[in-house]
């Protein structure tokens, strides 16, 4: 049997644009492209088509932008498309992932430890990642803001229109600094997002309106987010770990699994709010396997939806306290 030989086909660049003669560079969905951002790269440029390792994009703003116009000119989705983040990246820029751009992409950082790459956003006070598209993973990233930042916000831009539905926030990790506002901020009411084995730190703002993650406002949408996922995540020294603005917007018909919500040293950061679910419009919310720090009842800090008394808060991990949690430790009943 003769050996195989495989002939490395050749496509004609563009004069003046480094890597355009690599047609569509290596990829794992059948529509998709995968496209490199790595600004510290000797090769790195923002004339790039970025789809060459070794001539990657500046910024991620800048491979949005291609992969949007590379769906246009190819005329075809691009769904499943994958931007990768070079482990040695400090990212510093506000991105927006547009209405236009391709559905079901991924952002993943191809770091080889747990704090790399890097995300701060473009200004102290900034938002780093915004999302109006559905689909969007966002995978193995630090992002770190401070003085009054935000790390990611899902937006719902126009009633009825979820255009953050779907988002999907995996291994990352949130990091506050000791002046971060949100680390994940739903603005509107996307729904089946899930957030899966992150990690929220030190989102402070000493006036106990930081968040680790926060329904901050509904007025865009129909209602509050809900038949979303936290999963297997750890909330630690922030002023709040999760809950509603106001306690008057919130999540819905949501399963909380397998999170550790830590208690905070006092002379640290002091927790306000572990888990406020009292916002949510219609309630049926799941919450069962999770360690609870701190007090299980409403004056530590946990708040079941008042309106629906469906919420199901069993099989949790806590402090015996009277009524809600056995000599066990295990919840069996609402905060």
């Known amino acids: 049997m003769l050996p195989q030989i495989r002939m490395q086909p050749w496509f004609p660049g563009q004069m003046g644009v480094s890597g355009s003669d ?15 951002v790595d600004e510290n790269h000797p090769g790195a440029s923002a004339d790039a088509d970025g789809t060459d390792p070794e ?18 000119s190819m005329a075809t989705s691009l ?24 559905k079901y992409c991924t952002i ?17 006070a900034g938002r780093a990642l915004t999302i109006r598209q559905e689909g969007w993973t966002i995978e193995g990233i630090t992002f770190e803001v401070g003085a009054a930042g935000t790390a990611i916000r899902l937006e719902e831009v126009t009633i009825g229109s979820y255009t953050a539905y779907k988002t999907t926030i995996r291994d990352c990790r949130f990091d506050g600094l000791y002046g971060g506002l949100y680390g994940i901020d739903f603005y509107g009411a996307p729904h089946r997002v899930s957030i899966k084995n992150c990690v929220f730190l ?21 209602g509050s987010p809900y038949q979303g996922a936290v999963i297997g995540c750890r909330f630690q020294s922030c002023e709040n770990y999760v809950g509603g603005l106001g306690a008057i ?22 927790v306000v709010l572990y888990l406020d679910l ?16 701190g007090v299980y009842t409403n004056g530590g800090g946990y708040f079941a939806n008042p ?29």
């Open 22 to 36: 690599v047609q569509r560079g290596l990829r794992w969905e059948p529509q998709g492209i995968v496209l490199y």
């Open 55 to 72: 001539n990657p994009l500046t910024t991620i703003a800048l491979a949005i932008a291609r992969l949007t116009a590379f769906a246009t």
């Open 79 to 102: 769904e499943g498309s994958v931007i990768v983040v070079a482990d040695e990246a400090t990212i510093a820029e506000s991105v927006i992932i547009p209405p236009t751009a391709p």
């Open 108 to 124: 993943l950082g191809a770091g080889s430890t747990a704090h790399h790459p890097t995300w701060t956003a473009a200004t102290a």
């Open 202 to 222: 030190e989102f402070r703002r000493g006036d106990n309106t930081a968040y680790g993650i926060i329904v901050s406002n509904t007025a865009v949408g129909p």
């Open 249 to 270: 917007v919130g999540f819905n018909m949501t399963l909380f699994q397998n999170n550790v919500f830590v208690t905070s040293h006092a002379a640290l950061i002091p």
């Open 278 to 293: 009292r916002g949510g419009s219609r309630g049926y919310n799941i919450v069962t396997g999770n360690f609870f720090g």
């Open 307 to 335: 309106a629906t008394p469906n919420s199901c808060w069993i099989g949790n991990f806590a402090e015996p306290t009277p009524i809600t949690v056995g000599d066990n430790g295990i919840t069996i009943a609402v905060p």
